[in-house]
């Protein structure tokens, strides 16, 4: 193997792969990137076995070949060269890596021992905008479960609702979803959280349409010159649209930013009562009043202007109500919920297709 | 204690001072701050036994008292409240704080039990331009030691000598030596390195003298409203004047930015050999080259131009090298050492103020 590529090319499509290549896991090798000749390109890839993640870039190749290096050193090493060219040169297992200033040798293994993710066969594929994505994903993975004993719940769903698409997420505590739109396929994708948290790092400001490929067994994400292929996770996804109250007792629509900071400071006096906060809303005085539960620190109570419908109050916890905030963007939040011990929806009535719905504490 | 002040003010205040008060100690009331009324200012203090700091701001206090409250969540609670306003109001040990939006309760811990740094008693007062100090203290205190065997090596020495005063750090792997200017106080003060890094932090963007007063025991620090005072390290410093080099068989001088470079990119070869990097200095070409010791990983050489007196090499630690790159701040450096066992010289000959010593690896 015998090529040259620009420092800018090589260091952007380590920075794509080398996150999933990882120093914990028992085989070295998972440590190590791929990097193999294809014609005028070369490939860069890395797998930790369950995601793969391949980069292409142009480049001058001379002669063709293939290696495998430690992602983390290479990583480093190329983004602390100068901006140019790079020269590639393979003898055995040694990679040299030249510029003008540095030579440089990084000892590698043969690529044959080198594990590939299995190609889709037959497999379907279809498209969605970039930023439509990005921004679902922004709104939905950080409500999957981190909890391995479920599977399911650590899964994005990806599926067809009638005849749009909805990527929906639950730990079982709070519960996200986003309406993506009409979509003629059929489908019900259970893909891994940390997978498109992958995803998401990869997308960056793409304006471009990703391309999705999937079989029974996993899903492929083109996005521009990279590829993320990932297995599925098996299992059937709970009836989450049950969870989603439909109508309500009590309805208080707010400034978003005021609901945050008031949230804020009351979480703080709730450190030693697990995050847990009471929100009181009285339709005579059009107030909404967040209260932490009293603890050996100290208590204290809050209030923010909003126009109310019915009176009542709930508890919740403050961590999972700030991230469903966050989560909703626009300038006004409606938050509605029914008894004490039923599901708190969070809406903005500009930005329909997306859903958050935070699961009370027994207060 | 019933008064008002800004949260501008409070917020200020309990930045300068909360991170002092610590948790980790056996103490519980030195998790706290205390907040007291002094004529019509209200000061915060913050003690860990071995340093305290108190800061003074304005107030409009309508009756006088104090208390103690738990410094991190009071400081985290004012930070979050807005612009404006906040009325504290005192009833047995809960202190009241209320704005407009908000009302919480912080439960505290009477004034009395909270323990008072001892006051210097007929100290020499002094001053030092603060811009100069903070400059001093950036190129020095992180040469400190930070292994309590040897608590010497974890002081700042600031001493006078030959009619200048000089600020000093070394671990004995590193040297700095910062010359302050002419003072005609006679001073040996061993201040600890940690206490320093506190007062780095209150000098922030000052341009006003800071007073300096001392006794045999405590030095304490006034810029603007803030007080820092700390016990003196008791011992004899070494004299550490001796290891510093003063003519060179071989001496390099380049842009720093070069160094830095290629210092930076061996290093990442250098992780398997504890940073240990060669630096050769050739005359005949007048090239600097510096190699990592090769490892399990791979190896590197870079190169940069220099103008060379003398031909030698020397094996440094990485880490300690780009530190001391790092610490000086003009645009060349000059690099001088002599054996292969003895310490290499850090200069800039435009700030001849500032000196720099690492001492040899055994390559």
Redesign the interface.
Known sequence: MKLQVTQENLNRALSSVARVATSKNSLPILSNVLVKTSDNRLSLSATNLDIGITHYIGAKVSEEGSITV?AR?MQ??VS???AGIINLDLAET??KVTTD???????GIVADDFPVMPAIANGKTWEVPGALLKKALQQVVFAASNDETRPVLTAVILHTFEGHLYMATTDSYRLAEKDLGPNTEDVTLLIPASALQDLLRILGDTTDPVRVTHDDQQVLFQVGDVELVTRLIEGKYPDYRKLIPQSFATQATLKRADLV??T??SS??ARESAGSVTIEVDEASGNLSIRSVAS?????????TASVIGSGSITLNSRYLLDGLNALSGETVTFGFNGKLEPTLLTDAKAPDYRHVVMPLKG
């Open positions: 430690p050193l480093d090493f602390s060269l100068p040694k990679l200033q540095y030579q440089s040798v990084v000892n900071n008031v804020k400071v703080l006096f050996q620190l100290g208590e204290n109570n809050a209030n923010a």
